[in-house]
């Protein structure tokens, strides 16, 4: 275990300590776990971590991975793959799931501090690292949420900037004093690696949200309706009319909504979602 390890084991053990002092939040975890153990999260992550078996199932094939990498697969998964999944849930368009790609790419700077020992730090220094830089990335996901934040948001990615400048300094400068004693195939592999597991779950990211898109689409389309029980014809309209367009599935709201599950035949619900299709912009 190198001092990055070991700093990151004291900061959980000293947050685990804290959390199972307060009542709170030991309450609020089980009730985390009790939802993930349910069949609505645990099947997605389950498909989830299969992707990713897969990916390293063809990586390996090319070369592109192996077991030495399974720790680091392991820490992209908790830290960005988890991560970029509970967003993707909340897809209301592509630019929404464009926009969670991206911040996945993104986070594999943070996943790479973590997990490449080509840059260890003594001890003192990663307990200092790593809560602040733990603390740069909250303050950036919460300056996101609204406008009136936006200095600190400049700022924060500023300082994240810099500090991922200066981590590449420290790489190029450790890789040209040691090349001879690195294993250039197994660092390249290390490097690359979130990266390219980043790329491969964006079909399963866009695949979650066009199918949690249509999910609350299909409620509200019940409820719109008399007796509650939707019709299979206007369930076959709407995913036939509107398919993958996630920006459409999104924003069918009322009235549309209250017109296509009042309609009584499959060809009158199609109709009803062409309509909506050519009425409202951006569908």
Avoid at 168 to 184: E, I, K, N, P, Q
Avoid at 195 to 216: H, K
Avoid at 242 to 256: E, T
């Amino acid at each position: 275990m190198n001092s990055r390890e070991l700093a990151l084991m004291i900061w959980l053990g000293l947050l685990i300590a804290w959390g199972l002092t307060q009542s709170s939040i030991r309450s609020s975890a089980f009730a985390v776990l009790r939802s993930v153990l349910t069949p609505k999260l645990s099947v997605p992550l389950a498909l989830l971590t299969g992707n990713v078996a897969i990916l390293c199932a063809v990586g390996s094939r090319f070369d592109a991975w192996n077991t030495a990498l399974a720790k680091d697969t392991v820490v992209w998964f908790i830290g960005s793959g988890t991560v970029a999944f509970g967003m993707a849930v909340q897809a209301k368009d592509y630019s929404y799931v464009r926009s969670v790609v991206r911040r996945t790419i993104a986070a594999t700077v943070l996943v790479e501090f973590f997990t490449n020992n080509i840059f260890v730090f003594p001890l003192a220094w990663e307990l200092v690292l790593q809560p602040v830089l733990f603390l740069l990335v909250a303050l950036g996901a919460v300056a996101e949420t609204e406008s009136r934040f936006l200095p600190v948001k400049r700022l924060v990615e500023a300082l994240l900037a810099a500090f991922g400048l200066a981590v590449f300094a420290f790489v190029v400068w450790r890789v040209t004093t040691s090349w001879t004693s690195l294993d250039g195939g197994q660092l390249a592999r290390e490097l690359v690696l979130p990266l390219w597991m980043a790329i491969g779950v964006i079909p399963f990211l866009l695949a979650m949200g066009l199918l949690s898109a249509y999910e609350q689409t299909y409620l509200r389309l019940r409820f719109a309706h008399q007796d509650r029980r939707l019709p299979w014809y206007v369930g076959i309209a709407v995913l036939g009319g509107l398919n993958v367009r996630i920006d459409a599935v999104a924003r069918l709201r009322y009235p549309w909504l209250a017109e296509i599950a009042g309609t009584a035949s499959l060809r009158e619900a199609w109709l009803v979602v062409r309509k909506y299709r050519r009425e409202v912009p951006g569908t």
